[in-house]
């Protein structure tokens, strides 16, 4: 089941009455129209009046008629009930206001989808030893709800190091997970992104970077065979340096 939706508007009117100290004393009236269903069918129209904070009177339109929660808001339900033109104009307001503000608003906001930017990045570099860091970055997507998983050789892992999803402020959103792994030879991981902007599951495969041919993995060693074979190409070059200048 789809949460309701509201979709409401506020007419404030501030009284003040003073008396020695200033005391101040407000009513005001809340319009609302609440559903669920995408096509309105369960549409409801609340026009509540309040006093203070407190609620006095009250038309539903699944009860078509003024309800009264005060001694005053009895008063006041009996009154309007007994306009046939107060009583009319309430219970068409589900048609008249509330539907068509709830479709434009379904139109411009609920209907609508942009897809994330996706974004995969080395936070740490790691070895066969050490694990690397990962990140999948998702940026300026809506709506807010969104999956990222990771994928290892085409195989969901399921021991995601954090995921963090933010508002940017401007109604879209950003998501950052991270993924925490010993690097394997020949070994695809991949970020999978799911969201409404997308027709289908985004598959996004991590290249890590060319390695450098004066990078190495771990400590340089020599043996002593080693030391001897250099130490001969050295005094080889030396000797044939000498020549040539002879």
């Known amino acids: 089941m789809s949460l309701p939706k509201l ?7 501030m009284l ?7 005391n101040g004393y407000y009513t005001y009236n809340w319009v609302q129209c609440i559903y669920s269903s995408p096509d309105f069918s369960d549409m409801v129209y609340l026009n509540s009046y309040y006093f203070n904070k407190y609620l006095f009177v009250q038309f539903n339109s699944t009860v078509g008629k003024f ?9 006041n339900a009996e009154i309007w009930n007994n306009d046939p033109a107060i009583l009319q104009q309430n219970r068409a307001e589900v048609d008249i206001f509330c539907k068509p503000n709830a479709a434009l608003t379904k139109t411009a906001i609920y209907d609508k989808a942009v897809a994330p930017v996706v974004k995969l990045s080395l936070v740490k570099k790691g070895d066969s030893r050490h694990p690397s860091l990962l990140m999948c970055s998702a940026y300026d997507f809506y709506p807010e709800q969104i999956k990222v998983s990771w994928l290892r050789n085409g195989t969901l892992v399921t021991d995601v190091t954090s995921t963090e999803k933010m508002p940017n402020g401007d ?4 998501i950052h997970t991270e993924l925490e792994y010993i690097p394997k030879a020949g070994e695809n991981i991949s970020c999978m ?3 409404a902007g997308f027709s289908k599951p985004m598959i996004y495969d991590w290249n890590p970077p060319p390695v450098s041919e004066f990078e190495w993995s ?5 043996t002593a065979g080693d030391a001897a074979l250099m130490l001969g190409i050295i005094i080889a070059a030396a ?3 000498y020549y040539k200048s002879k």
């Not at 979709?7 to 009117?13: C, P, R």
């Not at 003040?16 to 200033?22: D, E, K, M, P, R």
């Open 171 to 174: 109604w879209y959103y950003q």
């Open 7 to 13: 979709w409401s508007f506020h007419h404030i009117l």
């Open 239 to 241: 000797g044939f340096i």
């Open 16 to 22: 003040s009455v003073f008396s020695g100290a200033a």
């Open 193 to 195: 992104v799911e969201h």
């Open 218 to 222: 771990g400590p340089l060693l020599f």
């Open 67 to 75: 309800v009264g929660f005060t001694e005053f808001g009895v008063r």
